[in-house]
């Protein structure tokens, strides 16, 4: 910390803590502001403006106590405009009751998890249901947006799907700007990229681990801090006039990332590519417990389940990673972490794993 830093303004702040122990860190007001400010700039990119109503549709109250909650939920309210709409009730028999709150509400903007939204939107669809007036966008956040969720929300929203790049613990980083493009807020943060095992930065274009160096906290700054996410810097100049350097691709977490029997990485995602054109299936979970040893998690359809599109999957997935041993489940449904999000994905071997020969 810095000397003559006021111990009573310090902002305390945690990580996620998905994996691992969460820590906490310190931030001062200005930092909290900037990177505040960060989202309400890329948010402008879209002409929502501070202040402008907006749906959250949103994880963890389940973190708070009743009285915390009732708090949170009248500053939402009353000082942010902005409605919440637990995801972890989500289901058809409650969708038309929360499509008629949003209506009266009438938001600019809906803003929520990835797979929140998506099933939300998905909900919708099935009931054939519809918001009725128009949104500025639709804001995905704190998960990697998938193709087939940014899908199932444009379709079911009729509304610009915008990525947003940022984390509890890691403030905005970077948005999606109307041309498509990942731009990072770089006057709030220091980017680098390295590869996962050495630690060495990679060049330009290479998919590696993001570390963030914060410019301005001056009470407990985060140097090389590793937030656990892959992507690539990009040189190139997005043609939409915003200046702010381009993110290349954003590959998702460094724990969506599978370890091969070869030693190579896989990103999680492949999983996504070998079962998102079957309709036998209508969601999935696959864990990797050690390199040569899997889980895979189905959810069947009812009506257009096709028996040969389990082999289909099971080769697809040895061809990836090689001939693992993948103990297959058929589950009713994939349960949602206590903070609402679903992963598709999840590692709990090292990634950091010497190659083995073939
Ligand atoms: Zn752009």
Not at 68 to 97: C, G, V
Not at 98 to 118: C, E, K, M, N
Request: net charge negative; charged share 25%; aromatic share 8%.
């Amino acid at each position: 910390m810095t000397i003559g830093a006021n111990p009573g303004e310090l902002i305390p702040n945690r990580t996620g803590g998905s994996t691992g122990e969460p820590t906490c860190f310190f931030l001062d007001r200005p930092t909290v502001e900037r990177y505040e400010a960060a989202r309400w700039l890329g948010l402008s990119w879209y002409g929502i403006r501070i202040g402008d109503p907006s749906v959250m549709i949103w994880g963890s109250p389940i973190e708070l106590n009743r009285q915390d909650a009732r708090r949170y939920q009248l500053k939402e309210r009353w000082l942010k405009n902005r409605l919440m709409i637990p995801a972890y009730d989500l289901d058809q028999s409650r969708i038309e009751e929360h499509v008629r709150t949003i209506r009266r509400f009438r938001p600019v903007y809906l803003y929520g998890y990835a797979s929140a939204l998506a099933l939300f939107a998905e909900l919708m669809l099935q009931a054939g249901l519809r918001l009725g007036f128009p949104l500025k966008a639709v804001v995905s956040t704190a998960e990697t947006l998938h193709d087939h969720q940014r899908a199932v929300i444009t379709e079911a929203f009729e509304a610009p799907v915008v990525n947003e790049y940022g984390a509890r613990d890691g403030g905005i980083i970077a948005y999606q700007c109307p041309a498509g493009s990942m731009h990072a807020f770089s006057e709030n943060c220091y980017l680098e990229v390295v590869d996962p095992v050495t630690g060495e930065p990679l060049p330009v274009g290479e998919v590696g681990v993001l570390l963030v160096t914060d410019l301005h906290n001056r009470v407990m700054p985060r140097l090389r801090y590793q937030l656990g996410d892959m992507l690539a810097l990009s040189s190139q100049n997005c043609t939409c006039g915003i200046n702010y350097p381009v993110l290349q691709e954003i590959d998702g977490r460094v724990d969506d990332m599978f370890v091969s029997m070869r030693g190579s990485f896989v990103h999680g995602h492949f999983i996504n590519h070998i079962i998102r054109n079957m309709e036998s299936f209508r969601t999935f979970q696959l864990v990797q417990h050690e390199p040569d040893r899997l889980t895979l998690r189905l959810v069947k359809h009812p009506e257009r389940f096709r028996a040969d599109d389990e082999e289909k999957v099971l080769q697809g997935i040895r061809s990836a990673l090689g001939d693992a041993s993948i103990r297959l489940e058929y589950v009713e449904h994939i349960p949602p972490t206590p903070s609402g999000k679903t992963r598709y994905a999840i590692r709990e071997c090292p990634l950091t794993v010497s190659p083995r020969p073939e």
